[in-house]
């Protein structure tokens, strides 16, 4: 048996709806709820740049799945051994998806995106009083040849902790 990432759970009543719009997933469903689901292999040891696209298609999966049902969504990497493991979550679970979907019923998730221009952030970060004060520390010490590059690395990283 191949393990499963699992994307959402969703009420029973909706998984035939799912099952025409999403193609790549498969539904799993017990009793009251439904699971979305869809094999996949292990993410141990995936870099970074392999677990973007993966990422990505999650995300993807669960705003293809709220177009038609609603949805309590599971986190990104949740893979469970097989199909008889999810139908286990959900007759187990029942009662806290039963209360999850009681709970978010009157709410609506909104996305924000904010655009910004990094050379205009980074300015501002580089006039403020604590970055301003380590460049002159560093100039004053590179002016009487005691500069290092863990100087300014340290410099980075305190313009990196001001980005965040």
């Known amino acids: 048996m191949m393990p499963l990432a699992v994307f959402a759970i969703i009420p029973a009543d909706c998984a035939r709806i799912l099952w025409a719009g999403v193609t790549e997933v ?3 469903v017990e009793g009251a709820f439904a699971a979305v689901v869809a094999p996949v292999l292990s993410l141990n040891g995936c870099s970074q740049e392999q677990l973007a696209p993966r990422l990505l298609a999650h995300q993807r999966i ?4 709220m177009a ?3 949805v309590l969504p ?3 990497a ?3 051994p097989d199909g008889q493991t ?3 979550v959900l007759e187990e679970g029942a009662p806290l998806f039963r209360q999850g979907f009681i709970d ?3 709410r609506v998730e909104m996305e924000l995106r904010v655009l910004w221009v990094i050379e205009d952030i980074l300015r501002e970060i580089a006039g ?3 970055i301003i004060a380590r460049k002159a520390e560093i100039a004053a010490r590179e002016a009487a040849g005691a500069v290092g590059p863990e100087e300014r690395v340290t410099l980075g990283r305190l313009v990196a902790w001001e980005l965040e």
Not at 62 to 65: F, G, L, P
């Open 86 to 88: 999810v139908a286990h």
């Open 78 to 80: 949740t893979v469970v």
């Open 26 to 28: 498969q539904v799993i």
């Open 68 to 70: 038609t049902s609603p």
């Open 128 to 130: 403020t009083e604590r």
């Open 104 to 106: 978010f019923s009157s």
């Open 62 to 65: 669960i705003e293809a799945v």
């Open 74 to 76: 599971v986190q990104f």
